[in-house]
């Protein structure tokens, strides 16, 4: 049946109708029509951005899912086949999920641990226990909701993404599917991170003897490599009124994050009246707005230094490897069995069953990150995560998009206590800015730490934040904490907050330097370090902010300028000098290129893609700055390019050889050779890698002989908010991947196309301003 258009006061009014339907029977029939009773209107402006509009909860859930599901139903629906312990049974054991959900390296690794995660019914538990530790009433609604809508486009939405269409796997969800994505979105920073590690771990066999390979120092060493996860960064600066134009706040919210997986943000506006008015983004499969603003409040997130994970070092019963001892009695670890259907080769299912081994402090590992952790005859080392029992995830979000002021933020934070591994960083049009890390962090206090550290975890905390706890002692498991609403994780009074009338700032480096001007200092180590050298990244933004106040006050038209100037910080640090160690080597033409280069990361920047491939190679020269890192001084060391190292001088002539051997000019264009390709048009893209120090930035994969030819992972949703005093905020958005992963959709690479020519979206908020936006079409859904 065809779509029914009609003509309501200028705008395209769609009444959805059934196109591809997608049949279920029994409890699935059950969710299909669970829609009943529930409506939503969605208001549709320019590139596709959705304004939901509904009377309660569970309608407004029910048009975001219908939405989401329209603009990015196989990417959603994919993740439900890998909660669901189902990629072997569709898409073989050996293939590589897409890293949305979890490190899992292969399918059956991923659903050996989500199928595990099911089995115990932790979510189940989890989401039926009262608010604040389970979801809140209106989370439930909007979650319910959100199911109902999906179903809702599954039966009646025309399906043409070929990653999904017609495909089996296709299969109608429930209110659990939607809070089972957001439990696995929590445990990203921690047993998400080990899933391999967790699948793989198994006691010593008889004749096995394991030994540990890194020395304690060097474990301690690879320990300051956990955090954060290279699939997740951002960027977000919070300037107050002293430091704005008009007196008010003003937020850059810069997220970078997958282009291309299960993991990207979608742009929504959701609206109750009298209730709820807030827009921004959230990640696919989310109810809720998870960054974004409302008419008085904006926020933002970056991913934290903070350790959401501790391990405990077991000691084992001599003779039998799966024991260990607690408070001098011997304990037995848990077996768990897991089978999953895994697809033959000739297309028939076998069941295949994994062990999982469980002591009281959490799932047995074999390492973290880089920390070799051997399960060995003497000892085995157990993970605890405390978001394994955090589904409050969408209750934070919500308060968040409610708050009124950067201090109603805090409080909500406090309250609610479900960030599992992201900062806050805020602005109001009171003129107030905020940086606040409070998230979900094991309650490791540096008192604890000092007391219940074994040997090793003594140097991994020191180094990176991660405390290793002896497993003897029962009293070294972390306990539950004054104001926190579960047990196990930090007090919410213990983690850093500033409010500022000029500005904060976070780049992914620790609290310290929020702001140079009141540097924050004597917290606990497991949130993060101070007193050490900043990334480029966090440098570049500081100096960018400094720039522009002493110039003159923040306006939105200046925060757009500096998020995409492009700046290459490495290149203002080092591009000089590596000019006059160019021309002391004789090279010649490189020399010229890199003097005549103007510095910045622009796609038309000539000398730039030169400059990329020699600073790549040349950061990891022990002597590249002869001024090293003060803590006085932290925003401006290490300075001072050495044109003495011998290992710069090799990364620059092994970058010239590279670019001739592909046959890229020096002096090309970056856009020539850095570009996404969508259906067949060539995007040119500016912006860097992350050892540039480059705000935009953007990580993608070289191809010898061409260049840059995907993005993998950077920036992302990106909005500059500004408050003028009105109830319409003065925004500008931007998806740098567009609203739809469906190549046929025309939202496909409408916003890619802004990005390439930095240019922005105006965004739409005050009902006038939707009702009278270009092209505007109306989708009215009524459950029945």
């Known amino acids: 049946m065809p779509r029914t258009l009609l003509r309501v006061a200028g705008a395209a009014v769609l009444t959805a109708a059934a196109l591809t339907p997608v049949t279920a029977t029994g409890s699935a029939a059950t969710e299909l029509r669970a829609g009943r009773g529930m409506s939503a209107t969605i208001r549709y402006t320019q590139y596709g951005i959705p304004h939901i509009t509904a009377k309660d909860y569970a309608g407004l859930g029910y048009g975001t899912g219908y939405a989401a599901a329209k603009d990015n139903v196989c990417l959603i629906a994919q993740g439900v086949v890998t909660l669901s312990g189902e990629r072997s049974k569709h898409f073989g054991p050996d293939a590589a999920p897409d890293g949305s959900l ?250 295949v069953t994994k062990t999982q081994w469980r002591s009281r402090y959490g799932p047995i590992v074999t390492s973290v990150s880089s920390v070799d952790l051997p399960w060995t005859t003497w000892n085995a080392y157990a993970i605890t995560d405390p978001n394994a029992t955090n589904v409050r995830l969408a209750n934070t979000s919500l308060a968040l998009g409610q708050a009124r002021t950067t201090d109603d933020a805090v409080r909500a934070l406090k309250k609610t206590q479900g960030l599992p591994w992201v900062n806050t960083i805020a ?22 730490a000092d007391r219940c550290n074994s040997l090793l975890g003594h140097l991994t905390f020191r180094q990176a934040g991660l405390a290793i706890l002896d497993g003897t002692r029962s009293s070294c498991a972390p306990g539950k904490a004054p104001g926190t609403v579960q047990p196990g994780i930090l007090d919410p009074g213990r983690y850093p907050v500033l409010n500022r009338a000029d500005y904060v700032t976070n780049s992914n480096d620790s609290y310290w330097l929020s702001n140079p001007e009141k540097p924050l200092t004597g917290y606990d180590r497991i949130i993060g370090d101070e007193n050490a050298a900043r990334s480029l990244r966090t440098r570049s933004g500081l100096v960018a902010v400094q720039d522009q106040l002493g110039e003159s006050p923040f306006t939105r038209a200046d925060m757009q300028d500096l998020v995409f100037a492009n700046r290459n910080h490495a290149g203002e640090l080092a591009a000089d000098g590596t000019v006059k160690m160019c021309r002391d080597m004789r090279l010649g033409e490189p020399c010229d290129v890199l003097a005549e280069w103007d510095g910045t990361a622009d796609a038309g920047s000539r000398g730039a893609l030169l400059f990329d491939r020699y600073w790549r190679k040349a950061t990891a020269a022990w002597d590249l700055w002869k001024t090293p890192f003060d803590a006085s001084d932290a925003v401006n060391t290490p300075r001072d390019f050495n044109t003495g190292s011998w290992a710069a001088r090799k990364a620059l002539i092994d970058a010239v050889d590279e670019l001739r051997k592909s046959d890229i000019p020096l002096d090309a264009p970056l856009g020539d050779h850095q570009y996404v390709t969508r259906n067949g048009e060539r995007i040119p893209l500016g912006g860097g890698t992350e050892g540039l120090g480059i705000l935009n930035k953007i990580e993608a994969t070289w191809t010898p002989g061409k260049g840059y030819t995907e993005v993998r992972t950077g920036s992302s949703y990106v909005q500059v908010v500004s408050f003028d005093g009105g109830r319409c905020p003065d925004t500008r958005t931007l998806m740098t991947y567009s609203q739809s992963a469906d190549p046929t959709s025309p939202h496909y690479a409408d916003q890619t196309r802004l990005f390439s020519a930095k240019r922005w979206v105006t965004e739409s908020f005050c009902p006038q301003e939707i009702n009278t936006a270009p092209g505007l079409k109306v989708v009215e859904l009524n459950g029945g």
């Open 102 to 351: 979890s490190s899992a390296s292969t399918n059956l690794a991923s659903d050996v641990f989500f199928t595990a995660v099911n089995d115990s019914g932790i979510v189940e538990k989890l989401i039926a226990a009262p608010a604040p530790y389970g979801p809140t009433a209106e989370v439930h609604e909007l979650s319910r909701g959100w199911a109902a809508g999906y179903n809702r486009f599954l039966r009646e939405g025309e399906i043409t993404d070929p990653a999904c269409k017609g495909a089996p796997w296709l299969r109608p969800i429930t209110e659990l599917d939607v809070h089972r994505r957001g439990y696995a979105l929590a445990m990203l920073g921690g047993s998400g991170m080990v899933t391999d590690q967790i699948i793989a771990a198994g006691p010593p066999g008889e004749n096995t003897v394991r030994r540990r390979t890194q020395s304690p120092q060097e474990a301690a060493e690879a320990a300051r490599n956990l955090l954060p996860d290279a699939g997740m960064g951002s960027n977000a600066i919070a300037v107050g009124g002293q430091g704005t134009a008009n007196g008010r706040g003003l937020l850059l919210g810069n997220p970078h994050y997958p282009w291309h997986n299960g993991r990207r943000f979608w742009q929504m506006h959701q609206t109750i009246p009298g209730k709820l008015n807030v827009s921004g983004a959230g990640l696919l499969g989310s109810p809720v707005v998870n960054i974004g603003h409302n008419s008085t409040f904006a926020w933002s997130h970056t991913v934290a230094t903070g350790v959401p994970l501790t391990l405990t070092e077991l000691r084992l019963v001599p003779g039998d490897p799966t024991s260990y001892f607690v408070d001098g009695k011997k304990e037995k670890m848990t077996e768990r069995r897991v089978t999953v259907q895994v697809e033959q080769q000739d297309g028939s299912l076998k069941p």
């Open 427 to 448: 602005a109001d049009s009171r003129g107030k800015a905020l940086f606040a890390q409070i998230q979900v962090l094991p309650n490791v206090t540096d008192e604890f």
